[in-house]
């Protein structure tokens, strides 16, 4: 939350919140910072964002997508 203070624009943090809200079973929470981030940045796209992200390993990435599944999120 802190981050998404400091950095209003981003949607990275908004992604790892709602997966976070996800894995807490915070359905409602996860789906608000889910469209958060569509405000943000309503072109945004999970696969290309697995493309483009860091993780040396997948796992990392595909726990944040297991968290926005619990969610019902993409």
Known sequence: ME???RTPGTDSS???L???YGHLGRTEDARTAWAELLKVNPDFS????ARVLPYKDPRDFARIAEGLAKAGLP
Not at 46 to 49: C, D, I, N, V
Request: aromatic content about 0%; overall charge positive; some cysteine.
């Open 14 to 16: 908004r992604m790892m």
């Open 18 to 20: 709602a997966a976070c």
């Open 3 to 5: 981050r998404i203070s």
């Open 46 to 49: 999970l696969e290309q964002r």
